[in-house]
């Protein structure tokens, strides 16, 4: 197996001297190519922190983190944008489509915007569409979709550039229940179908179930790690359970 | 004091916001204060008398439209001052989460108001009091007045003025505001940035129906107003066309979203590259919620652009009329009629100037002078000229019945062609049967052209003589200050009349120097009334009566003065309008930014790059700004050839720098405008 993501020794400071917030301190971690990894985490535990400097919109204080083997903490400027076009694919809490586009447009975008041909586009659209189960809605506008049809549509634009990286922030957040089941189904068919990785960051214990490792994080440290192995996913979800009981109340309030 | 710290900050805050509103402010009360100023601006050139009662009629004609401009400015300032307050409801509701009263949320919208008020009408003042210093540059330049005496005035009057009307506008404002909190419900305010406008994509088969539809329309007004305007006899059909032409526009905004991405997805190569989708829809998505602002825009933008472009054109119009009529420095004029003919030597060729001398007029400054006889014979009437053409259904009975009955004048070819060589123009043969009517008044010599079509006769003691040419020719021998001869007719010299009603004999001449100030001492000298009392013996003595006497410099005076009275009123009228459709667009685009940030967030984080999303707004702002012109444009070009027929200054060459001039205009304050909101908006999509 390689490895498509290592984040070695990050740290991410806010504030000045007197009154320093340590939002990730020292963590270091890895996911292997096809991995499907939750990251959790209560609020203000430093996990969309650690998001936001993978996904290279925040800059790390210090440490390095590599995609693919790359230091992504070196790239500048207009190759930033490069890297995330062509090896990053995100999906949002609250999906982000752009509203004044159709479902279909929402998903070419991503493609358009890396110079593939119109034809080509109609194709892989028209393929991911067929995976996710949202053929029926790709004409529709955003207003006009429920929301695990919009996620889903989310999903398809990440998914869509065949990223190296997949990364989630609380894809569920803003659904319910049934629609966040078919969305996590989804997103497992298309890990195991396309062998993507996927780097998926919750507070939702139910929704970590679906990944086949889960990382904890409290106060921007790494608390506690679990791999899924061989159980079914309610054991695993049990044992995740266990672990939130274990990080006390703090997690608690977030479920 | 808490209130008030509130206050600045909240607009220093939101100052891409407020800054639209502040330009547009200041430009206001900057031109507001310039037209009113014109007034004092003027009164110290060195300017003729005739020229001051224009001044003055001019001053009286700016305060009647100001009127009118601080309605559309207040209306102006209400619109925007309401789109703020939308935008910034959620704040209101927190200070109102926070247990603050809606009077103390009165209060901060009272002190931002008020300090926004004395700010830009302050900083409008002094912009404005610059500007009009340059005005009156260029008023002395049209009045053609001598600017030794030029000095830095401030019109205090202007100034009050201007913040009396502008204070009523900021209580208007403070009124609504206050309403505006008053009834608004907590829940409202804070779930405010929630509420986004649905965007309702139309069904592209009715757009393009409609759009279809609006361009048969607009073709038909176009056509009836250009090739078909000789069809148009009264002003209510006119009024057809132009609410044609602004249905047609508004249905063009209609349909105009519909059509955009129906031609666009068409071409799929150019829609799916890079961002131009996102770009596409979301001016779509704008012009989609602007319909009647957009047509709106693009109906004052077209009035701008006439208006702007026929005040140019008038100018240079009569420029040219008096080049073309006022060619002699000087001309009196005296008029008899038949009891004095009586006693007059009517053969004497010289018996005017003589006359004048007599009466101890000085002629000895004066050159190159002629005098012309201009005799009224029962013989021949003005119907005689009209021939066969009098019955025409164009001419009604009581103009046919004054044809029929008044003379037309005649003067001997001689008299005529030494008149004509003094100043350059063209000079005639006669044989001993042949006349020339000579006429440039457009409407006479329409009628006179058909009459000559004939070849109507005319005869003087029996004796017929026919026309030399089948058309009038330009002409004249009274100088005015535009092409006004109503017709007389050149007859051989020995033709001796017998039935003379009444005559006129003009005598015409230039100053024999153009030295400046004596120059000016000979316009005093030959002004009417000095003419009259030397003459007369007295000021409108019996004798004097009927002398006229005017001057070139009398001329450009008056005329001059009326015709920039009329572009000032069009330039003012324009600029507002065009601030006014600047302003709303700029508005609506910086409100679409802020709403947009989730959107423009989204594309960073999918990888698009920050060039292509400036692009991509530069495309937006562009198109958003660019088309209510570009349709106003299309429909000046046809507006603007009707404007010149009702103004009769067609055939004069000056329409192409006219329009420059208005697209210059235009350029620079929209360009002021798109500037600022493109710039804003880049910085509110970057935050």
Not at chain 2, 411 to 440: M, P, T, W
Not at chain 2, 600 to 615: A, M, N, P, W
Request: aromatic share 10%; with cysteine; glycine share 6%.
């Amino acid at each position: 197996m390689n490895e498509i993501l290592k984040v070695d020794d990050v740290e991410k400071y806010y504030g000045n001297k007197t009154n320093l917030t340590k939002a990730v301190n020292h963590i270091t971690f890895s996911l292997d190519k096809g991995e499907f990894v939750g990251i959790m985490g209560a609020s203000g535990s430093g996990k969309t922190t650690l998001l936001n400097c993978i996904s290279t919109i925040d800059k790390v204080t210090a440490g390095h983190i590599y995609v693919d083997g790359k230091d992504i903490t070196k790239i500048k400027g207009n190759n930033l944008n490069r890297f995330r076009r062509e090896e990053l694919g995100f999906i949002f809490q609250d999906f982000n489509l752009i509203d004044t586009l159709t479902a279909y447009e929402n998903i070419a975008l991503a493609l358009s915007i890396q110079n593939v041909k119109p034809k080509e586009i109609e194709k892989r659209v028209n393929a991911i569409a067929d995976k996710l189960g949202i053929d029926d809605v790709l004409k529709k506008y955003s207003y006009q979709m429920s929301g695990g049809q919009k996620q889903r549509v989310a999903a398809a634009r990440a998914l869509i550039t065949n990223p190296k990286l997949v990364l989630a922030d609380e894809p569920t957040g803003a659904l319910d229940s049934k629609s966040a089941r078919q969305l996590l189904e989804s997103m497992k068919h298309i890990n195991e179908l396309l062998s993507a990785t996927i780097l998926m960051v919750t507070h939702d214990a139910f929704t970590a179930s679906y990944a086949s490792r889960v990382i904890f994080i409290k106060d921007g440290k790494i608390f506690n790690e679990l791999r899924k192995g061989d159980d079914s996913r309610k054991e695993f979800f049990d044992r995740i359970i266990d672990v939130v009981t274990m990080l006390g109340g703090s997690l608690n309030d977030a479920l | 004091m808490m209130l008030f710290k509130l206050s600045v900050r909240n607009i220093i805050k939101s100052i891409q916001n407020y800054l639209i509103y502040f330009v547009t402010l200041i430009l206001g009360v900057a031109i507001f204060y310039v037209f009113n100023a014109l007034g004092s601006q003027t009164i110290m050139l060195n300017v003729s008398s005739d020229t001051h009662d224009v001044i003055k009629m001019m001053n009286d004609t700016m305060s009647a439209v100001s009127v009118f401009v601080s309605f559309i400015l207040g209306f102006l300032i209400v619109y925007a001052s309401a789109f703020l307050m939308k935008r910034r409801k959620k704040e209101f509701g927190i200070y109102m989460l926070l247990g603050m009263g809606k009077s103390k949320v009165s209060a901060i919208l009272i002190i931002e108001t008020v300090l926004i008020g004395i700010v830009s009408l302050a900083a409008g003042l002094l912009v404005g009091a610059a500007v009009s210093q340059g005005m009156s540059i260029v008023v002395a330049n049209m009045f053609e007045a001598d600017m030794t005496r030029f000095q830095f005035v401030v019109s205090g009057e202007a100034i009050a003025k201007t913040i009396i009307y502008f204070l009523v506008i900021y209580v208007i404002v403070i009124a609504l505001d206050i309403f505006v909190v008053g009834k608004t419900r907590l829940i409202n305010l804070i779930n405010a940035a929630k509420q986004s406008e649905k965007n309702h994509a139309k069904n592209p088969i009715i757009c393009l129906i409609v759009f279809v539809m609006a361009c048969g329309l607009l073709a038909s007004a176009y056509y009836n107003v250009t090739k078909g305007a000789g069809e148009i006899k009264e002003a209510s059909q006119f009024g057809v066309q132009i609410l044609k032409g602004i249905i047609g526009t508004f249905m063009v905004f209609w349909s105009l979203s519909g059509m955009i991405i129906l031609v666009a997805r068409k071409n799929k190569r150019l829609y799916y590259k890079g961002v131009n989708s996102f770009s596409i829809r979301e001016l779509d998505s704008r012009i989609n919620t602007t319909v009647f602002s957009g047509g709106i825009i693009c109906i004052l933008l077209f009035f701008t652009i006439c208006i702007l472009s026929s005040a140019m054109a008038i100018k240079k119009s009569v420029n040219a009329s008096l080049e073309e009529c006022a060619v002699k420095d000087v001309q009196l004029r005296w008029y008899i009629s038949d009891d004095e003919l009586a006693n007059t030597d009517i053969n004497d060729s010289r018996l005017f100037e003589n006359y004048l001398l007599d009466k101890g007029v000085d002629l000895s400054k004066l050159t190159s002078d002629t005098e012309v006889h201009v005799y009224y014979d029962e013989d021949i009437k003005r119907g005689d000229v009209v021939g066969e053409a009098i019955d025409d259904k164009s001419i009604d009975d009581f103009y046919r019945d004054y044809l029929r009955r008044a003379a037309i004048g005649a003067v001997h070819l001689s008299d005529y062609n030494r008149f004509a060589k003094s100043y350059g123009a063209k000079q005639y043969e006669l044989a001993e049967d042949e006349y020339i009517l000579v006429c440039d008044y457009n409407e006479t010599e329409k009628m006179f052209n058909n009459g000559l079509s004939y070849g109507s006769k005319i005869s003087i003691n029996g004796k017929e003589y026919s026309p030399k040419y089948s058309v009038c020719q330009d002409g004249f021998v009274e100088i005015s200050d535009t092409h006004a001869n109503i017709g007389f007719v050149i007859v051989p010299d020995d033709v001796r009349f017998t039935h003379l009603e009444s005559m006129e004999f003009v005598y015409s001449a230039d100053y024999s120097t153009h030295n400046k100030s004596e120059y000016t001492q000979l316009n005093k000298y030959y002004d009417e009334k000095n003419i009259k009392k030397i003459v007369g013996g007295k000021e409108d003595g019996d004798d004097a009566e009927s002398i006229r006497c005017v001057t070139k410099q009398y001329l450009y005076d008056t005329s001059v003065g009326l015709t920039i009275m009329i572009i000032f009123v069009g330039i003012y009228l324009g600029i507002i309008f065009l601030i006014s459709s600047a302003a709303i667009l700029a508005l609506k685009e910086l409100s679409e930014a802020t709403d947009n940030r989730e959107k423009y967030k989204t594309l960073r984080r999918i990888g698009v790059d920050e060039k292509q999303i400036s692009h991509s707004l530069m495309l937006q702002c562009g198109m958003f700004f660019g088309l209510p012109l570009l349709l106003a444009i299309i429909h000046s070009i046809f507006g603007m050839q009707t404007a010149m027929i009702i103004l009769q200054y067609f055939g004069h060459s000056g329409l192409f720098f006219s329009i420059l001039f208005a697209a210059a205009v235009i350029l620079v304050i929209y360009g002021i405008y798109f500037f600022i909101t493109y710039s804003c908006s880049r910085k509110i999509i970057s935050e």
